[in-house]
């Protein structure tokens, strides 16, 4: 009996220490956003988009271009007629290129619009990913951790029945068949709870590439939850997605790039307009035959280009933008195809892991008033403590697999809010507060 009761407090101690030096899953989803890789890239790709839009908008802006010179000539030798000294001149020169006419101007600038929209869209459907990716790989924490729990019972439950047959192969009323039997038993359960901690140092791993921080100990899901069980229509789910999804708007916004760089690249068949405007002032000092000398002048010029032929590099642009533009329209269609297929099967999985929540709560209360039956038993006589630690075990199995029919159903349940546009942060918040501390 003081055995049993060692064994139980030490679990239940090694776990109330791990609970006060935890990270909560808000915790984690807040330093994903600080400190992941895939936001920092996105974001940058949203600031590259807004830069090409200035790029091209900088197109109808003039071009000013000052040139200052100076020149000096000195004459250290001179043979022959005529006569030449030394001078020296300065020079300067202003131009000025005021762009009138580019006709695919305005598609280039719908073209990079069109692209800061589309990485836009980019950048929320991260975020609302990177809810579910901290959502998931927390709960594999708490999964794994639960897993060793019980595996450190089941070790616990192997050693005491080994030693036990021990004790009955030296009186000879056991076997040494059955006493190698649990001999590897043994040596199994602390193989399989090595492997299942080599799982959990990995995930926490994973978790460290996640937020740049590491994760030290988890907080566990609480089996008392009363969480809102929720009804969706597949069919109001898949219309919402097929229109609202951020992968669709993507697709979408990629069909309008394409579209808007065909014409773009059309228009470098048209004539362009440019205005030209120089001033240029020169000033020699002595020197020459002629004497010191000024001269300044100006010009404004229209410029008219009608491009001939360029090599046929204009028509190949139009051609690629062409296929370009017949490509997007097939990605568009098929990413409505998957988008379907992954509404469907998420949707499918909703309903399974909510069915299977009822069931694996019946079987933790069934385990817990076998537990407690058995421990009664043991109380008066009745059971042994091997049946004790084996009713333990099978309590900390059903809650291990009741938590894990939980956090499958809230998974599947946060890919649906996705799916229907409503995911936010407030979200998981919610699943934090169904922590335990």
Request: proline residues 1%; without cysteine.
């Amino acid at each position: 009996m003081f055995k049993i009761n060692n064994i139980i407090i030490f679990f239940v101690g090694a776990f109330l220490s791990a609970s006060l030096n935890a990270a909560d899953l808000l915790d984690v989803y807040k330093r994903a956003l600080e400190n992941d890789n895939k936001i920092k890239i996105t974001d940058a790709d949203y600031f590259i988009a807004k830069e090409q839009y200035d790029q091209s908008l900088s197109t109808v802006f003039p071009e000013i271009n000052l040139t200052a010179q100076t020149e000096e000539n000195k004459i250290d030798k001179y043979t022959g007629g005529g006569s030449i000294r030394d001078n020296r001149s300065d020079s300067y020169s202003l131009n000025i290129s005021q762009p009138i006419l580019r006709l695919g101007l305005f598609d280039k600038l719908e073209k990079a619009s069109d692209n800061i929209e589309k990485y836009n869209e980019n950048r929320n459907f991260v975020k609302e990913d990177l809810i579910i990716e901290s959502t998931k790989i927390y709960f594999s924490l708490i999964d794994l951790m639960n897993g060793i729990s019980a595996l450190k019972i089941k070790k616990s439950m192997a050693e005491l029945k080994l030693s036990n047959a021990g004790l009955l192969y030296e009186k000879g009323a056991l076997t040494n068949i059955k006493l190698n039997e649990l001999k590897n038993d043994y040596r199994f359960s602390e193989i399989d709870l090595q492997q299942l901690e080599n799982e959990f140092s990995s995930v926490k791993q994973d978790v460290f590439l996640l937020t740049g921080k590491e994760i030290v100990d988890v907080h566990n899901l609480s089996t008392e939850i009363s969480f809102p069980v929720t009804e969706y229509d597949l069919s109001v789910i898949l219309s919402k997605a097929l229109s609202d999804d951020e992968m669709i708007k993507m697709a979408l916004y990629d069909i309008n790039i394409a579209k808007n760089d065909l014409s773009s690249n059309k228009a470098e068949h048209y004539p362009t307009v440019d205005l030209l405007a120089t001033y240029d002032y020169l000033d020699t000092s002595s020197g020459s035959y002629r004497g010191a000398s000024t001269r300044e002048g100006s010009t404004v010029t229209l410029v008219l280009n009608f491009p001939i032929f360029q090599g046929g590099y204009i028509n190949s642009k139009v051609r690629e933008s062409r296929y370009n533009l017949e490509k997007t329209k097939y990605n568009l269609d098929l990413t409505r195809k998957n988008l379907q297929k992954d509404v469907i099967n998420s949707y499918n999985d909703f309903v399974y892991n909510q069915n299977l929540v009822k069931a694996s709560k019946n079987g933790l209360q069934e385990a817990k008033q076998n537990y407690e039956t058995i421990k009664d038993g043991f109380v008066l006589g009745v059971n042994t403590d091997i049946q004790v630690i084996e009713a333990n075990y099978n309590l900390h199995t059903a809650k291990k697999d009741y938590i894990k029919a939980v956090m499958d159903y809230l998974v599947s349940d946060l890919k649906i809010k996705k799916y229907s546009s409503s995911l936010n942060s407030k979200d998981i918040e919610l699943i934090n507060q169904w922590l335990i501390w």
